[in-house]
């Protein structure tokens, strides 16, 4: 079974510029997830979708960050405009369903760096 | 607000050295805890969990047990490998909630 796809895995940009994320979730999830892990920090959740629904955005920066979700498979993370404190990895993570006990199965990451 | 607070890091071990990393909570209720396991260049894996008191999660020689009246659940491994170098976070979701709250990572290093 193919895991979580993310792409880039790496990314520099200057500050001010946009930058965008892409994530495939593991085939028949409903649920995947956005999280910002800064170094040194565990990994914080910023959004999660069920299939092309936000269920929560609460601590998503809405005045910079952007995420959707067409068709309720693929995902796209956006920034713009870019800060400094963003530089961090962005996970993204996909489980069958929310409620009750489901895994989260994560992808490899995109180490964002802005410079 | 719930959160998880785990040993600092590094810790750099010999190999079959016994191995442990303390994690304590603070949540209301019973949340469920995990510890997860983060290798060199790949995603977050889930090691174990433990979904109510007194449960122990066990996988790949790692234990956790789940300890209510010292809000702990630290993970131990009687003999490391090499192999068991990598990044581990413990973690725990609320009661009745979907998401999960990390701690910081604890960095491993084992020693040939």
């Known amino acids: 079974e193919a895991g979580v796809a993310q792409s880039p895995r790496y990314k520099i940009i200057e500050k001010r510029q946009s930058v965008a994320f892409w994530c495939n979730p593991i085939?028949?999830?409903?649920?995947l997830y956005w999280y910002q892990q800064i170094l040194g920090q565990g990994p914080k959740l910023l959004i999660q979708?069920?299939?092309?629904?936000?269920?929560?955005d609460s601590q998503l920066p809405k005045d910079r960050f952007s995420a959707e979700r067409l068709k309720g498979v693929d995902s796209t993370l956006k920034i713009q405009p870019a800060k400094l404190e963003d530089s961090a990895v962005y996970l993204c993570?996909?489980?069958?369903?929310?409620?009750?006990?489901?895994?989260?199965?994560f992808g490899p990451g995109t180490r964002l760096t802005v410079l | 607000g719930d959160s998880v607070t785990q040993m600092e890091g590094p810790v750099t071990l010999s190999e079959e050295a016994f191995l442990t990393i303390n994690c304590t909570y603070t949540?209301?209720?019973?949340?469920?805890l995990f510890w997860y396991v983060q290798y060199p260049g790949e995603g977050l894996q889930l090691l174990l969990k433990?979904?109510?008191?007194?449960d122990k999660g066990s996988n790949k020689g790692f234990e956790a047990t789940y300890r209510k009246e010292t809000t702990s659940f630290h993970l131990e491994k009687g003999s490391v490998q090499v192999s068991d170098s990598a990044v581990y976070f413990c973690?725990?979701?609320?009661?009745?909630?979907?998401?999960?709250?990390f701690g910081a990572g604890t960095t491993v290093t084992v020693r040939a």
């Open positions: 085939s028949g999830h409903a649920t």
């Open positions: 979708f069920q299939n092309n629904g936000v269920v929560d």
């Open positions: 973690a725990l979701r609320a009661t009745n909630d979907y998401k999960l709250s």
């Open positions: 949540a209301t209720g019973y949340p469920s």
């Open positions: 993570a996909s489980s069958l369903v929310a409620k009750g006990y489901n895994e989260q199965f």
């Open positions: 433990a979904t109510k008191a007194d």
